[in-house]
Nanobody, 125 residues
Framework: QVQLVESGGGLVQAGGSLRLSCLAS????????MAWFRQAPGKEREFVAAINWSGGSTYYADSVKGRFTMSRDNAKNTVYLQMSSLKPEETATYYC??????????????????WGQGTQVTVSS
């Protein structure tokens, strides 16, 4: 059973940057692909980014390509999401998720069995 704890959310002005972290425990971290999703009030949860076991392969939603960067440090059991040029419409709760896989990356939330509690990101205009 993998436990995930996100941190790093907060209030930022439009155009600003923020880095989210997700610390995993309870499993062999390198056996999991990791992903970030977000959910705004009244909207469905949407895929943001995912990374394979080594960090050598990443996949991003079109809406964040070129602005967000996902990375992982397997020695620290942690994944990161560096977000820049943030927009007000990206205000949401950001969730970290894990799926037992090495290289196959999924963008569907149904593929991820483990979820963190979320961290709030608010982008002011």
């Amino acid at each position: 059973q993998v436990q995930l704890v996100e941190s790093g959310g907060g209030l930022v002005q439009a155009g600003g940057s923020l880095r989210l972290s997700c610390l995993a425990s309870g499993g062999t971290f390198s056996n999991y692909i990791m992903a970030w999703f977000r959910q705004a009030p009244g909207k469905e949860r949407e895929f943001v980014a995912a990374i394979n076991w080594s960090g050598g392969s990443t996949y991003y939603a079109d809406s964040v390509k070129g602005r967000f960067t996902m990375s992982r440090d397997n020695a620290k059991n942690t994944v990161y999401l560096q977000m820049s040029s943030l927009k007000p419409e990206e205000t949401a709760t950001y969730y970290c998720a894990a799926a037992q896989s090495r290289d196959t990356i999924w963008s569907s939330a149904r593929r991820y069995a483990y979820w963190g509690q979320g961290t709030q990101v608010t982008v002011s205009s």
